[in-house]
C-alpha cells in the first residue's frame, strides 16, 4: 500500500458517523461501494462528488425519456457547420 493509499485509508476510518452515512448513501445512489467511491470524495469533496452523481442520474433520467439529440444528427450538424465556416486549404507545389 503506497502513502496515498494509506492516507486515503486512514481518512476514511476517521470519518464520523455523519459523513459515513452521507458515503454510503452517496454509494449507494451511484450503485457502487462506499469504498469504491471513497478515493473520489477524498479527492474532490463529497459536494462535487454528489453533483456529479446526480448529473449523471439525470442524465440517465433525459436518456431514458428521449430527451436527447441522436449522434448522427449531432454529426450532420457539425459537418455543416463546419463546411459554412471553415475554408479548405489550397494545395501548392
Known sequence: MNSRQKKQAEALAALSAADRVRLERLAALAQVTAEH??????????????????????????????????????MAQARRILEAHVKPKRKTG
Open 37 to 74: 467511491l471513497w478515493p473520489e470524495v477524498w479527492q474532490y469533496g463529497f459536494d462535487d462528488v454528489e453533483e456529479s452523481v446526480q448529473a449523471d442520474l439525470d442524465a440517465d433520467a433525459d436518456i431514458a425519456a428521449g430527451r436527447t439529440i441522436p449522434h448522427e444528427e449531432v
